[in-house]
Nanobody, 113 residues
Framework: EVQLVESGGGLVQPGGSLRLSCVTSGFTFGIYDMFWVRQAPGKGPEWVSRINSNGGSPYYAESVKGRFTTSRDNGKNTVYLQMNSLKPEDTAVYYC??????WGQGNQVRVYS
């Protein structure tokens, strides 16, 4: 059974930091590019970041570039999203996805002022 389980979300003040983790199982993690996608209340999904299967060449949406960092540990079948300098507009449910084929259940991040 394929599973992607996100954790690490929560409430934070503007300027704060959170680190999301996505622990996976049930598929060959090391051959999949991994994505983070978010959906804010009342809006459509927004791609946030992508990291290649070997951990190289991370890409970021302009809205998070310079503030968010994605990484992965293929030995632990886990992908991470370090979020710094958070803004209220970063409030959303964050999903990890393997090659946009397999998806996690989502993790809420709320940045309040």
């Amino acid at each position: 059974e394929v599973q992607l389980v996100e954790s690490g979300g929560g409430l934070v003040q503007p300027g704060g930091s959170l680190r999301l983790s996505c622990v996976t199982s049930g598929f060959t993690f090391g051959i999949y590019d991994m994505f983070w996608v978010r959906q804010a209340p009342g809006k459509g999904p927004e791609w946030v970041s992508r990291i290649n299967s070997n951990g190289g060449s991370p890409y970021y949406a302009e809205s998070v570039k310079g503030r968010f960092t994605t990484s992965r540990d293929n030995g632990k079948n886990t992908v991470y999203l370090q979020m710094n300098s958070l803004k209220p507009e970063d409030t959303a449910v964050y999903y990890c996805a393997a090659q946009l084929v397999y998806w996690g259940q989502g993790n809420q991040v709320r940045v309040y002022s």
